[in-house]
Nanobody
């Protein structure tokens, strides 16, 4: 089993910044990719940013230039630096990790964090 523990959410004024962290622990041989998703009230969960073990990164168009994802492979931890936040960024943010448990495993398994609330007041 794998546990993802998120931290860093909270209440911030529009234009402010927050930094989210997510640490993975448990039976992990390697992690192919880690990422952040968010789900606003009444909306579907969407990808915010993702990063592979090799450092390839992708962002949702709505956060490009404002959010930065980074990863510490040695700590199995992913970060999301969020700047110039707006009310449109208010959501529950979820960490995702695509985990390889065994050397013979053909494809990774998805794990999710419990979610952390980000609220941006205007």
């Amino acid at each position: 089993q794998v546990q993802l523990v998120e931290s860093g959410g909270g209440l911030v004024q529009a234009g402010g910044s927050l930094r989210l962290s997510c640490a993975a622990s448990g039976s992990i041989r390697s992690i192919n990719a880690m990422g952040w998703y968010r789900q606003a009230s009444g909306k579907q969960r969407e990808l915010v940013a993702g990063i592979t073990g090799g450092g390839d990164i992708n962002y949702a168009d709505s956060v490009k230039g404002r959010f930065t994802i980074s990863r510490d492979n040695a700590k199995n931890t992913v970060y999301l630096q969020m700047n110039r936040l707006t009310s449109e960024d208010t959501a529950v943010y979820y960490c995702n990790a695509k985990v390889i448990h065994y050397s013979w495993q053909a494809s990774s398994l998805d794990y999710w964090g419990q979610g952390t609330q980000v609220t941006v007041s205007s």
